[in-house]
């Protein structure tokens, strides 16, 4: 079992950063591929980035690509995303989320989920 716990969000302003964190309970968050997701207002839940279970293997949604950065330190039971040059369409609820095997962007595939932070980017 894993419990996670996200904590980061905010109010930034469009060019500005935040990091996410997401910190993980049990004794197998090392052996898990984790996810982060978000679902803007209105909208569907979508895949932003993933991380393999070492840390060595990552994805991105295309739309994050060059700005996002999915990371994990495993002695921590975190994992975090930091988010660079923010925008307006960056606003939503993000959650991360954990399975075991390898990385996935699809939400179905994982079986744990956090709560969420909000993340709101003001023009």
């Known amino acids: 079992q894993v419990q996670l716990v996200e904590s980061g969000g905010g109010l930034v302003q469009a060019g500005g950063s935040l990091r996410l964190s997401c910190a993980a309970s049990?004794?197998?968050?090392?052996?898990?591929?984790m996810g982060w997701f978000r679902r803007p207002p209105g909208k569907e839940r979508e895949f932003v980035a993933a991380i393999n279970w070492s840390g060595y293997s990552t994805s991105y949604a295309d739309s994050v690509k060059g700005r996002f950065t999915i990371s994990r330190e495993n002695v921590k039971n975190t994992v975090y995303l930091q988010m660079n040059s923010l925008k307006p369409e960056d606003t939503a609820v993000y959650y991360c989320?954990?399975?075991?095997?390898?990385?996935?962007?699809?939400?179905?595939?994982?079986?744990?989920w956090g709560q969420g932070t909000q993340v709101t980017v003001s023009s």
């Open positions: 049990g004794r197998t968050f090392s052996t898990y591929a």
């Open positions: 989320a954990g399975r075991p095997g390898p990385i996935s962007g699809y939400a179905s595939d994982y079986g744990y």
